[in-house]
C-alpha cells in the first residue's frame, strides 16, 4: 500500500505498522513514495532556475520553453485574453513530442474540500475560482498541465450533491450533472476530502461513494486535504483506516489503536449525515445506476477499500502537492497529447473574468446575496501597451443587495474590483484595469 504522507505531517504524525517489515511512518508499495528533489522512481524532478535574461522571461511568459543552464523548464501556461486567440490555441495541433504521455485526471468530492484549490497549485497558476463558500465551481472545467513529454488534464468538477438538494435550493443542473458525466472521460479518480472538517471526515461523501462504486474500473486515489489545520495529527491516521477500509493498494494496513476517553465525541451515523439521500436514490437520482440493494451496502460503508494511494497534503502550499503531480506523471500512459502546450485552461477569457468576480463577490458579501446575482460584459478592449480594460455589469436581485455590494462610499465594490483585477493580471499576464458597475435587476 502506498501511502504519501507530506513532511510536516510526517514528522508530527505517530507510526504506521504494514504487514510487511516494521514500524514506520511511510508505506510504499507500488510506485515509491515521492521524495524532495533528485530523481524519484525513474523520473527527475530539476529545480526552476532563475533566468534573469528579457528574452528568456519574456518567452516564458508565454508559455514557450526555455532552456537554461542545461535544464529543461517550462513556466506554466497563461490564459489569451482574446477570444479568437483562445479559440485558435484551443484548436491548434498539439506540437507532439517524440515519445508523448497523457493522463485524465477527475477531481471530485464534496462541496468546500478545496478540489479548486487543488487544481490551481497543480496548474501552477490560478485559473479556478476559489472560495470558503459552497458551489464556487458551477461546472466542469478543464484545466492543461505540461510538462516535459507528458500532459495531464485535469478535470475540475462541482462538489458532489444530491438530486433532492438541488431541486430544493432550485441549483443549476451543471451541479449535478457535470461530476458524474466527467468520471467518465477519466483515466484517474482524485477524492479530496476535508480533513479538517471533523463532523464529516470520518465517512466518505455518500455521492462520492455512489461515484466510485458505479466506475469500479477507474483507478482512484484518496486526498486528505487542509492537513494544516488539524492540530491532532494522530487523528490523520485514524481517518485514513476509516476511509480506506483499512485497505490500501490491495493490502491491509494496520494503525497503532487508539485509546479514546469516555467523552470523545460519537461520530453521527450515516443516515443523520446524508438526510438529503433518504428514499428510493435509484428511482430519483438520474446519475445512479445502482440498484437499491447496492445503495443499501454502500450505506454502511465508511469508505471505499479500493483506492491505489493515499496523500496527506495542504493544497495551499506548493510543496505538498509536488508528490502528488510526481504520481500523476508517472501515472500517464503512453498516448498522444489532446491539447498544445501553451494551452491552460478551456474556459474563455469572459469565463475565467467572470468566475473571479464572483469568487470575490462571494468572499466579500454574507449569505444569498452573491448567488442571488448575475454578471454581464459591458466592455472588454485592450489598449496600448497591452492593457486589458474590463467593464462588467453586476446585477442585483434587491434594492437592499445593490447598497450591500456598493458599500458605505463604494469602498466594497471599489475593493472587489480591484482584488479581482489583481488575479486576472496574473491569470492573462498583463495589466487589468477593471471597472465594476451595480444594477438592479429589472
Known sequence: MALRVCARVVREASVFSARHGNASWVLTAGNAACSRGGRRNGFIFTPACFITSEVFLNRLTKG???????????????????????????????????????????????????????????????????????????????????????????LDTPGLIPPSKVKRHQLEKSLLVDPWNTVKEADLLVVVVDVADRWTCSRLDFEALKCLAQHPDIP?????????????????????????????????????????????????????????????????????????????????QQGWAHFKDVFMLSSVDSEDVEPLKGYFMVAAKPGPWQYHSEVLTDQSPEAVCTNIIREKLLENLPEEVPYSMTQAVDLWHEGENDELAISMKLYAKKEAHLRMVIGKAGQLIAQIAREASEDLSRIYLRDVKLKLVVKLRK
Open 64 to 154: 514557450k520553453a526555455a532552456e537554461a543552464d542545461g535544464s529543461f523548464y517550462r513556466l506554466p501556461a497563461s490564459v489569451p485574453p482574446d477570444s479568437g486567440e483562445h479559440v485558435s490555441l484551443l484548436l491548434r495541433h498539439p506540437d507532439q513530442p517524440d515519445k508523448p504521455k497523457l493522463l485524465k485526471v477527475a477531481i471530485i468530492g464534496a462541496p468546500n474540500a478545496g478540489k479548486s484549490t487543488l487544481s490551481n497549485q497543480l496548474l501552477g497558476r490560478k485559473v479556478f475560482a476559489v472560495s470558503k463558500k459552497v458551489h464556487t465551481t458551477r461546472s466542469r472545467a478543464l484545466g492543461v498541465l505540461t510538462q516535459d513529454d507528458t500532459q495531464i488534464i485535469l
Open 220 to 300: 482512484a486515489v484518496l486526498v486528505l486535504n487542509k492537513v494544516d489545520l488539524v492540530k491532532d495529527k494522530n487523528k490523520l491516521l485514524d481517518v485514513t483506516a476509516q476511509l480506506t477500509c483499512g485497505v490500501v493498494n490491495g493490502r491491509r494496513i494496520r494503525v497503532r489503536p487508539v485509546i479514546k476517553p469516555p467523552w470523545a465525541e460519537q461520530r453521527p451515523l450515516r443516515d443523520s449525515l446524508d438526510e438529503d439521500n433518504a428514499g428510493p436514490e435509484g428511482s430519483t437520482d438520474p446519475n445512479s445506476k445502482l440498484n437499491k440493494e447496492q445503495l443499501k451496502v454502500l450505506r454502511d
